[in-house]
């Protein structure tokens, strides 16, 4: 596929190295960010030019970040939004001077993904990462020492630690922020921004609430179809899209993940997508995380992959988590062995595809 990416951390805390990314054959992209700017401030100019080059340096293209993210108090309605808002159009600008075309964000309250455990061990001694409920602490403090505990010292996206020491006050903050709230909320986000985006050609790409259901009582906004098309209505304008995660979507087994690959792309609302695999569990919404090959997790690689081809992508694809293999040990999910299997299993799908079509 013209535009895979393998989402990377930066040299400084990444321990693979661009040289690996560029080894995997048929990637172009890296799908990168600035890790070191506190959420709701400006991105330097100077710090993109940075990444940009060190990215081109290495024969990548850097076209995607994944993410900017959106400070709570946006998601919250905050007075102080307005700052943060005029921050991220600043952002937005800055990274279209570096030829950025897509943002990646999310709108979760408090926490970005979760997940029961970061190193489930499958009967072959790989690891993934695995959600049972079962396993769910309620009390979010708990929850958060479990996180930090099992990612063992590495940074989990969206689990930044200045986000993790704030979560107490943050959530007496979302107490009124009910999900026609945070919707609220998003709109008037994306009224504010689309605006500027539309000027710079940046398209943002709303990554799904993962698990796509609530927890702890705090909303989630984007689970299913039904929440894409009001989020779509919510501000018309192809700027205003989505990051489809097959693995975020697929989670819920009421999710047609080709079909609304099929509907949103062919659309043009869907310029990223996540490629992953799950597995159900026992349990109704349990699931763990799988190799990306169809015959090992629930959901058809070869559905998803062909409705990506029939709608004319072109946008960009990444493989998502993967998993711990032939001993690496690192941030878990963004091993370089079964991120790099997994693009090489989406290519040869995509390249059946194409010839079969021609
Ligand atoms: C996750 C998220 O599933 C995923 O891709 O790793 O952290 C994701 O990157 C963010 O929610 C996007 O804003
Ligand atoms: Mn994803």
Redesign the pocket.
Known sequence: MKNMGF?WYGSNDDAIKLKDIRQIPGTTQVVGALFDVPVGEVWPKEKIAALKHEVEAAGLKLEVI??V?IHDDIKIGLPSRDQYIENYKETIRNLAEYGIKVI???F?PVF??LRTNLHYQLSDESKVMAFQSSKLVNDPDKMIEKVKKDSQGFV???WEPERLAEVKRLFTAYSGVDASKLTENLKYFLDAIIPVCAECDVRMA??PD?PPRPLFGLPRIYKNREDMLAIEQLHESKYNGF?I?T??LGENPANDVPAIIREFVAKDRAPFI?A?NIKFMGNEGDFHESAHLSSEGSLDMYEIMKALYDTGFDGYIRP??GRDIWGEEGRP??GLYDRALGITYLNGLWEAIEKENN
Do not use: I
């Open positions: 989402r994944e993410s993210n990646c964000y999310n979760m970005d993904w989990m996206p969206g709303m990554h993962d990051t995660c693995g975020s996540h992953r998502d988590h999910g963004y």
